[in-house]
């Protein structure tokens, strides 16, 4: 029976990945792949030459129907995207999705992700917490923000190094300027760095040095401030 297969990748570190992760990537018929360019340095590092297609936010509408099909004809399929686990934050969910109503099985492995290391590293408490992923730009923000001041369980959100600080001077609006949180960046790379403090604190720092690379943010929970 065939199946579609979501492959974590590594969000930095090369070394990040599976030995059960690189067999299935050689095995399966095909990888849809969100950067192929991306994905291919992977690939050549580990030595797997399976077929790439593209598969990413601005095609998945268009192209789940065809991978559908294929799978259905009896081919296995891997999913990744550049970094990370597939569907957290990435394209993933509509193929799942579509998989599902049409009865093909759907694995995914465990693997890398940003979140769960940006979390352990806060010093926040991580035995409940809630994943917010990237806030709406716009429409819907305020309601969001609004809505997260009562939330007592620490918060983790995904954010660009150009919209850090404005992100930070929104929550200390919202949460309070000596809200406790802590914010990551360049996980598992040669410049990994987490950073901790009050959101005052941590707007000050990243006024004065301004971020590169992948960020999380983690944020203290109402009443939980002391981590």
């Known amino acids: 029976m065939s199946k579609l297969y979501l492959i974590p990748t590594p969000i930095g570190n090369l070394e990040d990945i599976t030995l059960r992760a690189i067999r299935i990537l050689k095995e399966t018929d095909l990888i849809l792949a969100e950067d192929t360019r991306t994905t291919g340095v992977l690939l050549k590092?580990?030595?797997?030459?399976?077929?790439?297609?593209?598969?990413?936010?601005f095609n998945e509408h268009k192209t789940v129907s065809d991978i559908?099909?294929?799978?259905?004809?009896?081919?296995?399929?891997?999913?990744?995207?550049?970094?990370?686990?597939?569907?957290?934050?990435?394209?993933?969910f509509l193929l799942v999705r579509e998989c599902i109503?049409?009865?093909?099985?759907?694995?995914?492995?465990?693997?890398a992700t940003a979140f769960v290391p940006a979390l352990v590293n806060s010093g926040l408490p991580c035995d409940r917490f809630v994943f917010?992923?990237?806030?709406?730009?716009?429409?819907?923000?305020?309601?969001?923000l609004e809505s997260?001041?009562?939330?007592?369980?620490?918060?983790v959100f995904y954010e660009s190094p150009f919209r850090l600080v404005k992100t930070l001077m929104q929550f200390a609006e919202y949460?309070?300027?000596?809200?406790?949180?802590?914010?990551?960046?360049?996980?598992?790379?040669?410049?990994?760095?987490?950073?901790?403090g009050t959101l005052a604190e941590l707007i000050v720092h990243f006024s004065e040095k301004k971020p590169k690379g992948e960020i999380v943010v983690v944020v203290a929970g109402k009443n939980n401030t002391n981590g």
């Open 148 to 155: 997260l001041v009562i939330q007592p369980y620490t918060m």
């Open 175 to 196: 949460f309070g300027n000596d809200r406790k949180a802590s914010v990551s960046r360049e996980l598992t790379k040669i410049y990994e760095e987490t950073v901790r």
């Open 45 to 57: 590092h580990y030595d797997i030459n399976t077929p790439m297609k593209s598969h990413h936010q």
């Open 132 to 144: 917010e992923g990237f806030l709406p730009h716009k429409k819907g923000r305020k309601t969001k």
């Open 101 to 111: 109503k049409n009865n093909i099985e759907v694995e995914t492995l465990p693997g």
């Open 68 to 92: 559908v099909n294929r799978l259905l004809s009896g081919e296995n399929i891997s999913l990744v995207t550049d970094a990370g686990t597939p569907a957290v934050s990435d394209p993933g």
